[in-house]
């Protein structure tokens, strides 16, 4: 029975990846990015969530186990869920995207996840109460939600006093755009970075639909909310220092204008 679950998970997640990386961004490599996430539940993925978490465990001081009820918002193929379950989180995740969601289950059931814990819902309205959760994950999702604030302020209420909410995603205000794999001046109006995609043969209905998240505007949300928060710099490392090409640029900025490639904030609920 395993055996046959792992062929349709297989399967999908091809099918599913291959939408996204060749259909919808016109990546070259995107067969080798499918390879990879045939095998993104091991620790050894070239994204792999474990090294998000084990961060988190560090600048927190704590250690995920079956004390922690987590959510995992836009929970996309599952990569964050199995992590956290395998930490012996009491995991939950919601994720809106219907094909994903099957992935998910699939990918849950071999882990013998309870599946009833799995729903379908945006971020703008997760179905769980207030303070319920001990830890809210939310990676590379804010910048595909219909509202950044609505979103923030859900998981704000769903997560219990003193427990803590972690939130990545890009800075569109810097000249890397993360899904496309190119350098685009993300601070220019929307259509000029259309054009650029055009010319470069890309479709750009993907792009119409993220939105232009900062953490600037952020920040301004959580101001108003009930919570502290701390935004993760990382530092640079001796070997991107050694580059010459756009991401001299990139770093520049965020020198300059104090803008990162990638905001992570951790957030503490009050």
């Not at 070997?239 to 965020?254: G, S, T």
Request: aromatic fraction near 12%; proline fraction near 3%.
């Amino acid at each position: 029975m395993n055996q046959k679950i792992k062929t349709s998970l297989n399967n999908l997640i091809k099918q599913y990846y291959t939408n996204y990386y060749r259909d919808q961004l016109g990546l070259k490599d995107y067969q080798w990015r499918v390879k990879n996430r045939l095998n993104e539940d091991n620790d050894d993925f070239y994204y792999t969530a474990s090294k998000h978490i084990k961060k988190i465990e560090t600048l927190l001081n704590l250690r995920f186990d079956n004390r922690q009820k987590v959510l995992v918002v836009g929970a996309g193929t599952g990569i964050e869920m199995i992590q956290f379950a395998k930490k012996g989180c009491l995991i939950y995740g919601i994720e809106p995207d219907k094909k994903a969601l099957e992935i998910l289950k699939l990918r849950s059931q071999l882990q013998q996840l309870d599946q009833n814990k799995i729903k379908q819902a945006v971020a703008e309205k997760i179905p769980y109460p207030d303070n319920f959760f001990d830890f809210v994950y939310c990676w590379q999702v804010l910048e595909h939600v219909q509202n950044v604030e609505q979103s923030i302020r859900e998981m704000v209420r769903v997560t219990k006093p003193d427990g803590y909410i972690f939130i990545g995603c890009p800075d569109y205000r810097q000249i890397a755009e993360p899904h496309y794999k190119l350098y685009l001046p993300l601070f220019l109006p929307r259509w000029i970075n259309k054009i650029l995609l055009k010319l470069r043969g890309r479709k750009t209905e993907f792009f119409d639909t993220l939105q232009s998240v900062n953490a600037k505007k952020i920040r301004n949300i959580l101001r108003h909310c009930p919570v502290t928060m701390m935004q993760v710099i990382n530092t640079y490392t001796d070997k991107e220092l050694k580059i010459h090409d756009w991401r001299r640029l990139m770093f520049w900025i965020q020198e300059t204008f104090e803008i990162e490639q990638d905001q992570n904030w951790l957030i503490k609920k009050l």
